[in-house]
T-cell receptor, first 113, second 113 residues
Framework: DQQVKQNSPSLSVQEGRISILNCDYT??????FLWYKKYPAEGPTFLIS???IKDKNEDGRFTVFLNKSAKHLSLHIVPSQPGDSAVYFC????????????WGLGTSLAVNP | DAGVIQSPRHEVTEMGQEVTLRCKPI?????LFWYRQTMMRGLELLIY????????DSGMPEDRFSAKMPNASFSTLKIQPSEPRDSAVYFC???????????FGQGTRLTVV
């Protein structure tokens, strides 16, 4: 059973517009959430994270929003650029779980020029 | 630092053969993870070492899989005997101390024919 779900396998956005990637989770013990980006033939690279004590974290063009009551988080990229085209993974961690990361299946983002 | 280094990048082997994947974590990182990525199951944690000691191997699929970390700078994942269903991309990742921000290698693409 997937504890972290990314229900959209793919997303296509026009350059300059906003990209919104969504992630839902089921485990209320998760207290830290991360987004990773993955290009083909490379390993995932860390993008941005958020602690459960916050509801928003911003880093340049990237903002992550956390809605604990809905067990939902989203990654906003604005403005989107062609170089953002990649697979984005949502991951979650629980303090009592050896800090293991539980991963979603990923969303493939295509930013069209 | 060169980052997490995995070898080989690609491995093609025949069913029944032994396969050994190698990983050198980032110097100073004291936790190491082996992941397997498939289309159907996404990123699955196979095993997690902390200070060279296996902490959680609940993700290791079966006895054909084994992992070692003889020292802080080297780990191996061995599959013996290999089967076609083991075909996947295997990633190694390392973290420092109690951080959850993992750094990934470029992965080994394993094909068992």
């Amino acid at each position: 059973d997937q504890q972290v779900k990314q229900n959209s396998p793919s997303l296509s956005v026009q350059e300059g517009r906003i990209s919104i990637l969504n992630c839902d989770y089921t485990n209320s013990m998760f207290d830290y959430f991360l987004w990773y980006k993955k290009y083909p033939a490379e390993g995932p690279t860390f993008l941005i994270s958020i602690s459960s004590i916050k509801d928003k974290n911003e880093d340049g063009r990237f903002t992550v929003f956390l809605n604990k009551s809905a067990k939902h988080l989203s990654l906003h990229i604005v403005p989107s650029q062609p170089g953002d085209s990649a697979v984005y993974f949502c991951a979650a961690s629980a303090v009592g779980n050896n800090r293991k990361l539980i991963w979603g299946l990923g969303t493939s983002l295509a930013v069209n020029p | 630092d060169a980052g997490v280094i995995q070898s080989p990048r690609h491995e093609v082997t025949e069913m029944g053969q032994e396969v050994t994947l190698r990983c050198k974590p980032i110097s100073g990182h004291n936790s190491l993870f082996w992941y397997r990525q498939t289309m159907m199951r996404g990123l699955e944690l196979l095993i997690y070492f902390n200070n060279n000691v296996p902490i959680d191997d609940s993700g290791m699929p079966e006895d054909r899989f084994s992992a070692k970390m003889p020292n802080a700078s080297f780990s191996t994942l061995k599959i013996q005997p290999s089967e076609p269903r083991d075909s996947a991309v295997y990633f190694c990742a390392s973290i420092f101390d109690s951080s959850v921000k993992a750094f990934f290698g470029q992965g080994t693409r394993l094909t068992v024919v």
